[in-house]
């Protein structure tokens, strides 16, 4: 008997079209929520790089652009210097570039972000990109790649990259 591995099934799984999904179908009052772990990645000299998660949400305005909002916690302690955790929360919007079965996007947000228990609350800004596969008509697991700003304070705390993972159902209208 052969043996089958596990990256050759999730690959087969990948590339077949899901489900019998040829073309998905977005539209207005579509409800996206998922749960988005990430790594976060620090552009200092200290190297303080932290993992963390996110929830999101997202509602379809049209079938191409959504009204997006997130919020989330990460805890950087990886690599030299101190510690220190970030929480944020932002609303902005979602492109999403095509709707099939592999649904690229890019996010564009702003909100409020506090970096350690008792600094600053600053205003924050986020730039993504990355890609939803659909799993079946309801279920996405895509991947994405963020630029992070905290606006108000650049001079203290340098722009960084998220690298996210996402998992979510979507309600569909």
Do not use: C
Not at 8 to 15: E, I, R, S
Not at 60 to 88: C, F, I, N, R
Not at 142 to 157: F, P, Q, R, V, Y
């Amino acid at each position: 008997m052969k043996k089958v591995s596990f990256g050759g099934l999730l690959a087969l799984v990948l590339m077949s079209s899901p489900l019998g999904i040829e073309k998905a179908s977005a539209a207005p009052n579509d409800l996206k929520l998922g749960l988005a772990p990430y790594f976060a990645f620090e552009f200092t000299g200290e190297n303080q790089h932290g993992m963390g998660g996110m929830l999101y949400g997202e509602l379809g305005l049209s079938e191409y652009v959504g009204l997006l909002a997130t919020a989330g916690y990460a805890h950087h302690g990886l690599g030299d210097g101190p510690s220190y955790d970030q929480l944020h929360a932002d609303i902005g919007f979602a492109f999403n570039l095509d709707v099939l079965v592999l649904v690229p996007f890019a996010h564009v947000r702003m909100g409020l972000t506090q970096r350690g228990p008792k600094e600053t609350l600053g205003v924050g800004a986020s730039l993504a990109f990355g890609a939803d596969y659909l799993l079946s008509e309801n279920l996405h697991l895509g991947l994405a790649t963020e630029l992070t700003a905290m606006l108000s304070h650049l001079e203290s705390h340098p722009p960084g990259l998220r690298f996210i993972l996402r998992l979510g159902w979507t309600f569909l209208d």
